[in-house]
């Protein structure tokens, strides 16, 4: 059999039934393939994006968490600071620990104390529960809400006379 040569490429006789032009070997993808491949990827890199977005989101979260846990634990600090006498039950509901909610709700009313951070982003209140849970002691509870935590942080702690 003779070989056929053009340009330096060794091209195959046709073989029966084939068109001129027709490779006997047909390489690639067709339309239908692509599209679908296109579409996997596509449903892939939504994926990715939704992903991603709800990463940022929950860091940012995490973010005021972080900074509501830091005001609270700043503020116990200073109350634990003070004098013993001088900690007290100034709002006189003398509702301990149940006098200022954790939803933050009655937060300006039953309060023995509030202030507001430094960025203004964040609330924090204190109540203090005099002899509880026993007498010579005190149940301290500090709560910080903010407008886009769905729940306040709390920090309690009970101190004793002489601490």
């Known amino acids: 059999m003779a070989k056929n040569y053009q340009y330096g490429v060794i091209k195959k006789p046709r073989q029966r039934g084939q068109h001129w032009g027709q490779a006997g070997n047909q390489n690639g993808f067709t339309l239908i393939e692509a599209l679908i491949a296109m579409t996997v990827f596509s449903i892939g890199i939504l994926a990715v994006i939704t992903m991603q977005t709800s990463s940022v989101n929950d860091n940012a979260k995490a973010r005021y968490i972080t900074e509501a846990v830091n005001y609270a634990g700043d503020r116990m600090e200073t109350l634990l600071g003070t004098d013993y006498t001088t900690i007290t039950d100034t ?64 920090i309690t702690f009970v101190r004793a006379d002489g601490m």
């Open 91 to 154: 709002a006189g509901t003398n509702a301990g620990v149940a006098g200022l909610n954790d939803g933050g709700i009655n937060a300006a009313t039953t309060a023995d104390g509030s202030a507001v951070s430094t960025d203004g982003n964040y609330n924090i209140y204190w109540n203090v529960a005099d002899n509880t849970p026993a007498s010579k002691s005190k149940t301290i509870r500090v709560i910080v809400t903010n407008k886009l935590l769905n729940a306040p942080v709390t």
